[in-house]
């Protein structure tokens, strides 16, 4: 693990989180060549096998932004990069960033960080409260319908108002970025050739959404500042009738392993 107690504080840090991807079909992506960009920035070119920390995206995110991302799938303990303090936890080490604050967010922009969000499903709207609860841990926060699950350019739209967000922050001010990318969750349909909305969500279409994110992720990269951490994960998987479940929010081998890597660019 990183020492990310010589990051926090040189380095912007950068959560993408690939809303409802799943680790089987981001890895077979990968193996067949057809997410270059991913495997250029990647270490060692592969996703990392996790386990989500939650099963759908409220959950997950709740879990992630205290410091929780998705944990290794082999046994562990495995220290975190990023923990809320608390006395007797078995995953802080030397090298974990450990904060007061009950949230990432507010840790750090303890330590002098501007915060914001972009968000993407439901969770993140801000048109009820409970779309609200995630963007106000944020000091910025930014969602409208074209960011959304519907929109099939959502991922443009989002990499456009984070290069306001970025080009809007002193230089000398470090920056901790959530992006919570909307692309791969239902509906997806739109994003295979040939399909109509009549023929559904299907993996295949899930597929292919990723590769509309892995096609825009030189333009995202691209609007960072150098240096970042940067941590592109899953934050649940989702099933499209394995075992007859449709969906999320259920204890399935699918919902449960997800996509992970992290890379500092420099």
Not at 12 to 32: S, Y
Not at 139 to 154: I, K, L, N, R
Not at 168 to 177: G, K, N, T, V, Y
């Amino acid at each position: 693990m990183r020492d990310m107690n010589g990051i926090v504080g040189t380095h912007d840090v950068v959560l993408v989180t690939l809303d409802t991807l799943r680790f089987d079909v981001a890895d077979e992506l990968l193996d067949a060549g057809e997410t270059p960009r991913f495997a250029s920035v990647l270490p060692g070119g592969r996703w990392e096998r996790r386990h989500a920390p939650g099963s759908f995206t409220y959950a997950a995110h709740t879990a992630m932004l205290a410091g929780f991302l998705p944990t290794p799938a082999e046994p562990g303990p495995h220290p975190r990069l990023f923990a809320a303090a608390f006395p007797g936890s078995e995953t802080t080490s030397a090298g974990t960033f450990a904060f007061d604050a009950a949230t990432l967010p507010e840790g750090l922009a303890d330590v002098g960080y501007h915060t914001v969000c972009i968000g993407g499903v439901g969770f993140f709207n801000k048109q009820t409260a409970l779309g609200s609860a995630l963007p106000s841990l944020f000091a910025e926060s930014h969602w409208e319908p074209s960011f959304g699950v519907t929109d099939p350019s959502s991922l443009d739209n989002q990499i456009e108002r984070i290069e306001k967000s970025v080009a809007a922050l002193p230089s000398e001010r470090r920056l901790f970025l959530l992006l919570n990318v909307s692309a791969l969750h239902q509906p997806n349909w739109f994003y295979l050739d040939g399909a109509t909305r009549g023929s559904g969500d299907t993996r295949a279409s899930h597929a292919a959404a990723l590769r509309y994110v892995d096609a825009r992720l030189p333009r995202l990269l691209g609007a960072l500042r150098r240096p970042s951490l940067v941590i592109i994960c899953s934050d649940h998987g989702t099933a499209y009738g394995e075992d007859g479940h449709v969906g999320h929010r259920i204890g399935h081998e699918v919902v449960w392993t997800v996509p992970y890597g992290e890379f500092v660019l420099s």
